[in-house]
């Protein structure tokens, strides 16, 4: 068995008045991470783990945010494309572990539901994917409630 790690980060600014979404979940919020898909930051980091995982670049080669295809897309697309790739190379995936580091809103409630859509988007058990959420302290961006920051580790293997 041939065993890899992949490491994984996104960020994003965060926008009075703009939805958003972590993990495949709306969240209540009054800001909202910006960007071309749905600029869920959980799910590009696992992504960009997964691809770096099998040497398949990054995200951002495969999605441009030049592409009107991506425009607004659901991440949860995403992560079923990239995991799409690392099947074809005969590649599956062990486990997940993640971090979010935003001030607000609390992600702690709404973990549970995360866990549930990425474990269906690549086809693993719940209890494979690890989601952890921090705060800044309130220091620098993240602390200033100006963006929001995810990373990621996974295992793949063939």
């Keep these: 068995m041939k065993i890899k790690v992949g490491f ?8 009075d008045g703009h939805p ?3 993990g495949g979940v709306h969240l209540e919020a009054q800001k909202g ?17 997964l691809l770096g ?3 398949l670049r990054d995200i951002g080669f495969h999605f441009s945010n030049k592409d009107e295809r991506w425009k607004g897309i659901s991440s949860l697309v995403l992560l ?8 074809e190379k005969g590649w599956t995936v062990g ?7 935003l001030e607000a809103p609390k992600i702690n409630p709404h973990i549970p539901a995360m ?18 959420a921090t705060t800044n ?14 990373y990621a580790v996974v295992l793949i293997n063939k």
């Design 80 to 87: 079923k494309e990239c995991v799409k790739m690392l099947t």
């Design 53 to 55: 995982a099998a040497n």
């Design 137 to 150: 302290e309130t220091m620098g961006f993240i602390g200033r409630q100006e963006g929001v920051v995810a």
């Design 20 to 22: 958003f979404f972590m």
């Design 95 to 101: 486990n997940i572990d993640a971090m979010i580091c």
């Design 8 to 15: 994984g980060f996104d960020v994003h600014q965060l926008v």
């Design 33 to 49: 991470a910006f960007g071309h898909s749905d600029a869920d930051v959980l799910l590009h980091a696992i992504c960009d783990a």
């Design 115 to 132: 866990q549930k859509n990425i474990a269906e988007a690549i086809g693993i058990e719940v209890e494979d994917v690890s989601i952890k």
